[in-house]
T-cell receptor, first 113, second 116 residues
Framework: DTGVSQDPRHKITKRGQNVTFRCDPI?????LYWYRQTLGQGPEFLTY????????KSRLLSDRFSAERPKGSFSTLEIQRTEQGDSAMYLC???????????FGPGTRLLVL | DAKTTQPTSMDCAEGRAANLPCNHS???????VYWYRQIHSQGPQYIIH???NNETNEMASLIITEDRKSSTLILPHATLRDTAVYYC?????????????????FGKGTKLSVKP
C-alpha cells in the first residue's frame, strides 16, 4: 500500500529561478490538495483538484504559482521567479471524493537563496 | 482562521496517557472534529475524527463533550515516538452534509513532548 509521494524531497534554488514539484496521490483518490507550511506554523491551504478540475484556490496562490493535474492522477506545482519568501515545506494530500480524511505526503522542502 | 484553541505545548511521561485538549466552542452541528499530528520534518498524519460520539482506533481515543464545544485526544500509553505537534481541526463533513470546502484549516497545534 503506497501512500502519497512527493518529488523532490528537498530543493535549493536561487531567487528568480523556476521550480516544479510533483505529487503522486494514493491510487484512485479523486481529490488532491496542495498546502504550504512555513517554520513554526501549521500548513496553509493553497489549492485542490477534484479529478482534473481545479476547484478552489487560496489567495496565497499568487500568479507566480500554478498547479495542474492533467490526467486526474499526479499533480505538479510550479513556482515561477522564486522569491526568498517562497521558502517553505510544500505538502500534498489526497482523499477519496466522498471521504473526509486527507492523507499527506512527506512534503518538498524548498529553500530559495 | 482556525476555529479551534489548543495549548501551545504539553509534556507527558513515557508510558503514561497523554490527554490533549481542544476547544471548539463555535462548532456547527455539521462539523466534525479531526486530529492530525506532525512529527518533525514529516507530513501531517491522520489520527482520528468524530462528530459527537466518542471514537477509538488503534492510535488513539477521541472524547467529545456532550455540548461538542470541546474534545480531548487520548494517547493511552505515550511513547517517545509520539513526540509531535498535534492539530485539532473542525471541518464540515463532505459525505454526510455535502460540504464543498476542500481544505483543512490548521492552527498552530500543541507540541507534545514525551519524556523518558
Amino acid at each position: 500500500d503506497t501512500g502519497v509521494s512527493q518529488d523532490p524531497r528537498h530543493k535549493i534554488t536561487k531567487r528568480g529561478q523556476n521550480v516544479t514539484f510533483r505529487c503522486d496521490p494514493i491510487s484512485e483518490h479523486n481529490r488532491l490538495y496542495w498546502y504550504r507550511q512555513t517554520l513554526g506554523q501549521g500548513p496553509e491551504f493553497l489549492t485542490y483538484f477534484q479529478n482534473e478540475a481545479q476547484l478552489e484556490k487560496s489567495r496565497l496562490l499568487s500568479d507566480r504559482f500554478s498547479a495542474e493535474r492533467p490526467k486526474g492522477s499526479f499533480s505538479t506545482l510550479e513556482i515561477q521567479r522564486t522569491e526568498q519568501g517562497d521558502s517553505a515545506m510544500y505538502l500534498c494530500a489526497s482523499s477519496l471524493l466522498r471521504e473526509e480524511t486527507q492523507y499527506f505526503g512527506p512534503g518538498t522542502r524548498l529553500l530559495v537563496l | 482562521d482556525a476555529k479551534t484553541t489548543q495549548p501551545t505545548s504539553m509534556d507527558c511521561a513515557e508510558g503514561r496517557a497523554a490527554n490533549l485538549p481542544c476547544n471548539h466552542s463555535t462548532i456547527s452541528g455539521n462539523e466534525y472534529v479531526y486530529w492530525y499530528r506532525q512529527i518533525h520534518s514529516q507530513g501531517p498524519q491522520y489520527i482520528i475524527h468524530g462528530l459527537k460520539n466518542n471514537e477509538t482506533n488503534e492510535m488513539a481515543s477521541l472524547i467529545i463533550t456532550e455540548d461538542r464545544k470541546s474534545s480531548t485526544l487520548i494517547l493511552p500509553h505515550a511513547t517517545l515516538r509520539d513526540t509531535a505537534v498535534y492539530y485539532c481541526i473542525v471541518r464540515v463533513s463532505v459525505r454526510n452534509y455535502g460540504g464543498s470546502q476542500g481544505n483543512l484549516i490548521f492552527g498552530k497545534g500543541t507540541k507534545l513532548s514525551v519524556k523518558p
